[in-house]
């Protein structure tokens, strides 16, 4: 008996999903670099506050 009645059967003979190949993956500065709109990949040094809510 099956101990999950409202699950989907998987089909007989149906082959395995796809994987993707890494070739199609950007890799982290090209990901960055195709989204402008997310920020530049240079690092900056300068002190910041931080708001911490629990505290105000």
């Given at each position: 008996m099956d101990d999950f009645p409202n699950?989907?059967?998987k089909a007989q003979g149906?082959?395995?999903?796809v994987k993707?190949?890494?070739?199609d993956e950007p890799c982290q500065i090209e990901h960055i670099l195709l989204?402008?709109?997310i920020g530049s990949?240079?690092?900056?040094?300068?002190q910041m506050w931080v708001?911490?809510?629990q505290w105000f």
């Open positions: 699950r989907p059967l149906s082959s395995p999903p993707k190949s890494r070739i989204r402008p709109n990949v240079e690092k900056v040094t300068k708001y911490d809510s």
